[in-house]
């Protein structure tokens, strides 16, 4: 695995605390390159948009957000029942815990890695949670790349290289639930399945509402 461990990218300096250096070491044994580098990439968009609106936040936790938002997608983390956002979520969780951080700030995390993929709803919690959203949305889909610099986007991208990142993502994806794609339903990971497998067949709401067993 070759990867990149610059102390700082794009004016944005990369957290070396004892808790973030963890974080990495765990997300480099039981992940891939490629996942490294979309997280590593999800935290410097996250934190320069930080910047660029002026929003406080804990540069560390959001760190250790970005490390974990998807370590669920990993075997080492994936359960057999969850989302993989949960399983990310719950295994940052623990990791925190361990090094005696308070409730708040497992609970922030939790959020932040849980609700990454839920847009319309993370952009108005704690700035954390809004601001690991909008990364990460930035990386893989695209949203608010206009205003991301030509030189931010170049410094980031040779630390931190896409190599293939459209084609690859959604299999990647794939991978982490393909064994519970029940988990999908209502959420955009759904979308994911009916990329990837034939004639895959969503639940539906409607569905559900009126096969539902009350009587009228």
Aim: net charge neutral; with cysteine.
């Amino acid at each position: 695995m070759t990867i990149n461990k610059p102390k700082a990218v794009a004016g944005i300096k990369i957290p070396d605390s004892t808790i973030a250096n963890q974080a990495t070491e765990l997300l480099l044994e039981h992940g891939t390159e490629f996942l490294y580098n979309h997280s590593l990439r999800a935290f410097l968009f996250a934190s320069l948009n930080g910047k660029q609106k002026n929003i406080s936040y804990d540069p560390e936790l959001l760190y250790v957000s970005s490390v974990f938002h998807d370590l669920g997608l990993t075997p080492h983390y994936s359960s057999p029942d969850k989302r993989f956002e949960v399983d990310g979520a719950n295994a940052a969780r623990d990791f925190l815990r361990s090094h005696g951080l308070p409730q708040q700030a497992l609970q922030l995390v939790w959020d932040t890695i849980a609700l990454h993929t839920t847009t319309g709803i993370a952009a108005y919690k704690e700035a954390e949670v809004a601001l690991m959203n909008y990364g990460v949305a930035l990386d893989v889909v695209g949203r608010g790349y206009e205003h991301l610099s030509e030189k931010h986007r170049e410094d980031i991208i040779k630390q931190f290289p896409r190599t293939d990142f459209k084609k690859r993502i959604i299999p990647t994806f794939f991978e982490g639930f393909k064994h519970k794609t029940d988990t999908t339903y209502g959420n955009i990971n759904a979308d994911v399945c009916a990329f990837m497998i034939p004639n895959f067949q969503r639940k539906n709401f409607c569905d559900s509402i009126l096969q539902s067993p009350w009587s009228e």
